[in-house]
DNA sequence: AGTATGACATAGC
DNA sequence: AGCTATGCCATAC
């Protein structure tokens, strides 16, 4: 079965609205920290119900091979879900990066890191 | 059935 | 401090 796909399509669609995740942070969700390339993988294969424009690199940006739709769509995206952009065009990770599976539903003004 | 590749990350040099 | 090499699971050929 796919345990770790089922992870990861689980842990990527518990990330709640104006937040975001990195792979290595599902990766280690799902059982491994060095499930990221496994994480990208799964994004790859993931279904509609999966917000894969959520999951980013350790960047703060999406991977090198994932515009679909052009970066700007999908800034434009996480910007309109209130995710703060970087000058750099990367996402604030420091600022939004997601807490946790346990901080869902939880006050956001938990401060990251 | 086995081999090769892949949307990344971490560690070592 | 930046680059190289390795690791992992699943999918495709």
Redesign the pocket.
Same mark, same amino acid.
């Given at each position: $079965?796919?345990?770790?796909?089922t992870k990861i399509y689980a842990l990527a669609r518990q990330i709640p609205y104006g937040r975001v995740a990195?792979? !290595?942070q599902l @990766?280690a969700l799902a059982g491994?920290?060095? &499930? +990221? =390339?496994?994480? !990208?993988? @799964? $994004?790859?294969? %993931?279904p509609g119900d999966v917000p894969?424009h959520r999951?980013?690199? =350790? &960047?703060g940006g &999406? +991977?090198? %091979?994932?515009h679909?739709m052009g970066r700007e769509t999908h800034r434009m995206l996480l910007e309109m879900e209130g995710v703060p952009f970087l000058a750099d065009g990367r996402v604030d990770l420091g600022a939004c990066q997601w807490a946790g599976p346990g901080e869902t539903t939880h006050n956001q003004t938990e401060e990251v890191r």
């Amino acid at each position: $079965m796919d345990n770790t796909f089922t992870k990861i399509y689980a842990l990527a669609r518990q990330i709640p609205y104006g937040r975001v995740a990195t792979y !290595g942070q599902l @990766a280690a969700l799902a059982g491994n920290p060095r &499930l +990221s =390339r496994i994480v !990208g993988c @799964a $994004m790859s294969a %993931a279904p509609g119900d999966v917000p894969c424009h959520r999951v980013v690199n =350790r &960047l703060g940006g &999406l +991977s090198d %091979a994932f515009h679909p739709m052009g970066r700007e769509t999908h800034r434009m995206l996480l910007e309109m879900e209130g995710v703060p952009f970087l000058a750099d065009g990367r996402v604030d990770l420091g600022a939004c990066q997601w807490a946790g599976p346990g901080e869902t539903t939880h006050n956001q003004t938990e401060e990251v890191r």
